[in-house]
Every structure is written in C-alpha cells, then in structure tokens.
C-alpha cells in the first residue's frame, strides 16, 4: 500500500515500535486484529435466529421443497488514529553516550504508551456490562463473590453459564487479582485434586494453586488470558493511582482468531487494522537553540464486538 503522508517513515523506528510490546498486554489476544483494506470498512452482522428455526422439511412425492434464506445485515465502521509525539533536542542527540539513542528510547515510550492505550480500551469494552445482553451478565456482590471463599461456587456459577449458551466459549479472561484468588478457591482446588486425598467440593487442604493450563481443562476452555498491565487513573497532575487495567471482572468469550470481515465465522469480537504500526522522525526547527527532532508513533485500528451473545460477563468478581 503506497501512501504519501509529510510525516516521513523510518523503518529502523518502526522496527523498535512493532518490538517494544510489554508482555502483560493481552489486548491482542483478547480482540486479535484483522486487516481492513482501507480507513473505512464494511462487516457483516448475520441473523442468529435464521440457524435455530427449523422449517418444514419433509417433501411430498410431487411437492416442492421449501425455500430458506440466509440473510445478513452490512454494517458500515472505520478505523481511528491513535499515537503521540515526542520531540527530541538536537542537542540531546549530538551529546547523548555511546550506546544511547534517544530517537529510539523516545520510540520505545511513545509505542509502550500507545500500546497501554489499547489494552485500556479493549479492558473497558470486554468489562462494560451495556456490551452484553442482559442474559449474559451478572454482577456479583457480598458471599456469591468468589473471594468468598465459604458461600461461593465459582465453579458451578461458569458451567451453569455455559450452559445456557447457544455458543459455548473457548477462552475466559479476567484481571490478576481475579486469578490470584480463582486459582486458590477450595471449590476449584479440590476439584483438581486427587480424589485419594479425601478432598471434598468445600475442603481441600492438599490442593494446590491451580495453574492456568489445569484451570483451562477444569472449565472446559481453549485458554485462560489474565490481564496484569497496570494505568494510572490520575488526571495529569494529581497524585498518582495505579490501578489494574482489568478490574476485578471475568470475561467468558468465544474467541476465533481466523475471523474476518467478511467471512462467516462468528467471533465475539475483533480489531480492524488499517496498514501497519508506524514510527518516525521529522524536523522540528522551532524548538530548543538547535532545533530538534520530533518523533511519532502509532496505528489506525478499531476495536469491534460483533456477536455479544457468545459473551458472558461476571463484574466485581471478587471484592
């Protein structure tokens, strides 16, 4: 894709933008991307009610077969912009040490904050309770939350969920806190282990912390995504307040990675991609004695949620 924008791109700043990603972020994982040929797009949202009502389908010896059809509405999107500048003295870089790049390092923070941008936005959509239908959200409060370790069945609360879904999801996801008291909840650690030990559904002595993998199997899903980013909620000079990204909330999804604007998987939800993360530097002539360079990163992407019914929500999951 050829564009011809003022603002000049650097492949080596480029490089070190699509590299500098903190491990934590699941943003990806969560709404994987999927490329979009232009700024605006188009997406097919399908009739779910077409694939559950069974017409008449016997043929009389003479008859004629009955007619269906498949019917799909075009919803129309696009993509925004996201990224930040920073400008560099040309005096930091003629006297910055060997070793010292300070292009590079100002790429690194403007990619890192671009990037906890994203996982910010991805957390507030999956974790808001108006994406979802009201049959698939429920608020926990007092003992049903599962930091109540004595009144609580987490267990029994996700499967009886599951149940009631016409699609049953592959991938829960859910902020550390959650998981930190998830992976040691007796109903779950006793589950897990050897009935040999004398465990029961409500005392577990000998369980151990379940792992993601054993708590994936446990609950009958692809994979467990914990969110551990952190964000300060603080406006610009207030005292700081760091807080997790994702809250104290867990997301049942049915995620599928292969899906695209215009196939027929049905996915929960997806980022639409216009071209590649970008970085580069131009010359800023106004600033400082010596002038100096201005760096920018970013992308063009939009975050979707397409099929909300293959989504459960649970909010203040634990206190």
């Known amino acids: 894709m050829s564009m011809n924008f ?4 650097q492949q080596q700043l480029t490089a070190i933008a699509l590299a500098y990603r903190n491990e934590r972020y699941v943003a990806d ?27 008449e389908t016997q043929v009389g010896r003479k008859g004629e077969p009955n007619e269906v059809q498949f019917s799909g509405t075009e919803q129309a999107s696009f993509v925004n912009d996201f990224g930040l500048d920073d400008v560099v003295p040309n005096e930091d870089i ?22 906890l941008d994203r996982e910010r936005r991805v957390a507030n959509l ?27 069945d987490p267990y029994t609360a996700i499967m009886t969920a599951f149940d009631g879904m016409l699609m049953r999801p592959n991938v829960l996801v859910m902020g550390r806190r959650v998981y930190s008291r ?6 779950i650690t006793a589950a897990l282990a050897p009935s040999a030990n004398g465990n029961s559904g409500t005392s577990n002595a000998a369980g151990r912390p379940a ?13 467990i995504i914990v969110g551990e980013s952190w964000v300060n909620t603080a406006k610009p000079g207030q005292t700081a307040s760091i807080q997790r990204v994702w809250g ?8 599928n990675p292969a899906a695209s604007i215009r196939g027929n998987a049905i996915t929960f939800g997806f980022t639409a991609e216009w071209g590649s993360r970008v970085a580069g530097s131009m010359p800023e002539p106004k600033n ?28 203040d999951a634990v206190a």
Not at 32 to 55: C, G, I, M, S, Y
Not at 128 to 151: C, E, H, I, K, M
Not at 248 to 255: C, R
Not at 302 to 308: I, M, N, Q
């Open 211 to 223: 792992t993601t993998m054993a708590l994936a199997e446990l609950l009958e899903v692809d994979r």
């Open 29 to 55: 994982e969560v709404l994987p991307r999927t490329p979009v040929p232009a700024r605006e797009f188009k997406w097919q949202q399908f009739n779910r009610d077409e694939l559950f009502t069974v017409p």
């Open 288 to 315: 400082g004695l010596r002038g100096a360079q201005r760096v920018r990163a970013g992308e063009s992407v939009r975050e979707l949620v397409v099929a909300s019914d293959v989504g459960f929500l649970w909010r």
């Open 6 to 9: 003022p603002f000049p791109v």
């Open 182 to 187: 998830l992976r040691v909840h007796p109903r």
């Open 126 to 152: 999956v974790t808001a309770l108006a994406t979802y239908p009201v049959a698939n959200r429920a608020t926990l409060s007092g003992t049903s939350q599962w930091s109540d370790f004595t009144n609580s």
């Open 248 to 255: 104290n909330h867990v997301a049942a999804l049915h995620i």
């Open 94 to 115: 003629a006297t910055a040490p060997p070793g010292y790049d300070p292009l590079g390092r100002a790429t690194e923070g403007i990619a890192e904050l671009v990037a």
